[in-house]
């Protein structure tokens, strides 16, 4: 059995077999990040959480990810985490970090929990994406012993692909990058 097919995912999931790897190798780096800082067994258990269904509806239909984000205007990539947020709050997650972490994974946020960090940089620097892989490893490498600075690094390396790639910069990015410099 892989370690995508082990991968535990809410029923209401709408995944592909790729996502899932993609799952799965997020949540392997969360939980070895958590586990080289000695992380107290709540924050360990949040961020393999966060990791496990940060894109548990990624492959989900836009207007089912409008109807659960209850966004109207937001663009359609960037509805799956508000989305997965609402599900798993309707289902009675409480954990804010959690929730939190899932809704702005893919811009990032400002005022963020640690969990929420963590996530944005597995997924980013998870090591099945093929990009800038050098650069990225070293980032990931870095994580447990110096976090912040890591996390700086990536959230710069995120702003500057997104220019390269002709992308817009959402607004809460700006905030995340104004709020780390």
């Known amino acids: 059995m892989s370690a995508a097919d082990s991968i535990e995912l809410p029923p209401w999931a709408v995944v592909?077999?790729?996502?899932?790897?993609?799952?799965?190798?997020?949540?392997?780096?969360?939980?070895?990040?958590?586990?080289?800082?000695?992380?107290?067994?709540?924050?360990?258990?949040?961020?393999?959480?966060?990791?496990?269904?940060?894109?548990?509806?990624?492959?989900?239909?836009?207007?089912?990810?409008?109807?659960?984000?209850?966004?109207?205007?937001m663009p359609a990539p960037l509805l799956h985490g508000p989305?997965?947020?609402?599900?798993?709050?309707?289902?009675?997650?409480?954990?804010?970090?959690v929730l939190d972490a899932i809704r702005w994974h893919t811009t990032g946020r400002a005022i963020w929990a640690r969990?929420?960090?963590a996530l944005y940089m597995a997924d980013f620097l998870e090591p099945g994406r093929r990009f800038d892989a050098e650069r990225r490893a070293e980032l990931a490498a870095r994580v447990p012993r110096e976090f912040d600075a890591a996390f700086r690094g990536v959230v710069q390396h995120r702003i500057e692909w997104t220019m390269r790639e002709g992308r817009a910069l959402h607004e809460e990015t700006a905030r995340l990058w104004n709020a780390v410099r």
């Open 83 to 97: 989305a997965a947020a609402s599900r798993l709050a309707r289902e009675g997650e409480a954990r804010a970090d």
């Open 16 to 73: 592909s077999d790729k996502r899932r790897a993609h799952i799965a190798r997020v949540t392997a780096l969360l939980t070895a990040w958590a586990e080289a800082m000695g992380l107290a067994a709540a924050e360990r258990e949040a961020w393999r959480d966060a990791g496990r269904w940060h894109d548990a509806l990624r492959d989900a239909t836009e207007p089912e990810l409008r109807a659960l984000a209850g966004e109207s205007d």
């Open 115 to 117: 969990t929420g960090r």
